[in-house]
């Protein structure tokens, strides 16, 4: 995800969710830059263009630079261009390539547009990390919304017979936040856990936010 979002009123996809979010976006929900991820994508996409011509000209080719480092090489008449990947997560490596030599931070690719400049490297952020103040206007856009509802009664609702789960908002068309399942087993008097007088408990596991059990049309629970 690149842009962060916002969904708000009944748009949020159901009760006790979050209208907000934008999970580290480098653009977040209002928009904003978000440094120094957006900065360094954006060094990203801009050094990659420059590989563009060597890139879709021909496939890489791959040597060894050391035990956990390789260079995957872009070579063609159209242009050069080179990707030296260091695999270890915990020291700095040393490499020679093309006769040059180059220093690769952990876990990390460095880019050569031209097989020779390093211009990018995945591990080394040149963008100023930016902390933002946000304050309410007073705006009536602004404000919190509340929505109270009755839950209709079983008589009144619609039935659907179903073998599995429905997406709520075609089936209520957005109109509640409610959306009731039933389902119920008939038990023999006489199987055999029914005797001997031992309590029986009864374990349901759902993702519900409210159960109602009933045994013999009593509401017990």
Known sequence: KYHGGTNFGRTAGGPFITTSYDYDAPLDEYGLAREPKYGHLKELHRTIKLCEPALVSVDPTVTSLGSMQEAHVYRSPSGCAAFLANYNSNSHAKVVFDNEHYS????????????????????TVGVQTSQMQMWSNGASSMMWERYDEEVGSLAAAPLLTTSGLLEQLNVTRDTSDYLWYMTSVDVSPSEKFLQGGKPLSLSVQSAGHALHIFINGQLQG
Do not use: F, G, Q
């Open 104 to 123: 690769l931070p952990p876990w990390s690719i460095s880019i050569l547009p031209d097989c020779k400049t390093v211009v990018y490297n995945t591990a």
